[in-house]
């Protein structure tokens, strides 16, 4: 089953607006990471947060993580039509030393021009 | 090479049929993924290669599913008498530190259509 769970699972906004997505996972974890996929296309790396870290910026991505609820957010920040894409958390299990990251189910993004 | 490789790009194929997909990883990256998305879904885990050994082989749908590696690169996922719901996108996907520390290196997939 999957770790991962992502809301909402589609989001519509304007140019220029902010775009906030939410993830939440089930068991204890190293580290959360998220990740965009451009239709018909592999998956890219985005950002990784640490379970000891609270917050992290990079460029116009913020992440927060509260390992007391299970639960990130990615928020991007004046989005454009380039960011339309689907948007994936996926964690690590700090007790499964075989390291394999489970995804979410993703937040399919749009931004209108 | 610059990225992870997958080929073919697509195939389809009749059911029962045997196929094949490869995957070559980054050069250098020990570990290696295999993960199935069906259409509009999430990643669903597949396989984990640490080398050439698979600590995890727990995502494996089915026993006409298996997948080995050679050399500590080139990865082959095998899917034997396919079957209509195995028609997804299969990702492989590549590891230079653990995933506790570091991020994967994703391949274009291999679109598989069984008709």
């Known amino acids: 089953s999957q770790q991962g769970e992502e809301d909402p699972q589609a989001l519509s906004i304007q140019e220029g607006e902010n775009a906030t997505m939410n993830c939440s996972y089930k068991?204890?974890?190293?580290?959360l990471q998220w990740y965009r996929q451009n239709s018909g296309r592999g998956l890219v790396h985005l950002i990784l947060?640490?379970?000891?870290?609270r917050e992290k910026h990079s460029g116009r991505l913020r992440v927060t993580l509260d390992t007391s609820k299970k639960s990130s957010s990615l928020l991007i920040t004046a989005s454009r039509a380039a960011d339309t894409a689907s948007y994936f958390c996926?964690?690590?299990?700090?007790?499964?030393?075989?390291?394999?990251?489970?995804f979410g189910q993703g937040t399919e993004l749009s931004v209108k021009p | 090479g610059a990225g992870v490789s997958q080929s073919p790009s697509n195939k389809v194929t009749e059911k029962g049929k045997d196929v094949e997909l490869r995957c070559d990883p980054i050069s250098g990256h020990t570990a290696l993924y295999w993960y199935r998305q069906s259409l509009g879904q999430g990643l669903e885990f597949l396989i984990y290669?640490?080398?050439?050994?698979?600590?995890?082989k727990s995502g494996l749908p089915s026993d006409r599913f298996s997948a080995e590696r050679t050399g500590g690169s080139v990865s082959t996922l095998t899917i034997q008498r396919t079957q209509q719901e195995d028609s997804a996108v299969y990702l492989c996907a590549s590891s230079f530190r653990p995933v506790r520390t570091g991020e994967l290196f994703f391949g274009e997939g291999s679109r598989l259509t069984v008709l």
């Open positions: 947060i640490r379970s000891n870290e």
């Open positions: 290669f640490q080398g050439n050994s698979a600590p995890d």
């Open positions: 068991t204890s974890i190293n580290n």
């Open positions: 996926a964690t690590d299990d700090r007790y499964n030393q075989g390291g394999k990251l489970i």
